[in-house]
């Protein structure tokens, strides 16, 4: 565990994520408004909410200068 109470999740168990309800011992501490106490396993569900928008908002602006960067070149 982190000094944060968050558990170390290695590459394997990243990418089985859905088997997490079989993994022995595996608890995450609570964070913010965030409550796992009753099921682990939300933390892949309920902590990636704030990156995938971030992710998504990022992409949404790099495609907008895409786009502004085509009609500058056709003019």
Known sequence: MFGDGHPVVTF???????????WEG????????????????LYFSWGKQKASTLSL???VVIDMFNALNALSEDG
Do not use: G, I, P, T
């Not at 394997?12 to 079989?22: D, G, M, V």
């Not at 595996?26 to 396993?41: G, I, L, Q």
């Open 57 to 59: 908002s990022y992409l």
């Open 12 to 22: 394997h168990q990243l990418r089985n994520w859905a088997e997490c309800h079989h």
């Open 26 to 41: 595996f608890k995450v501490a609570n964070f913010e408004k965030y409550d796992f106490s009753k099921d682990s396993c």
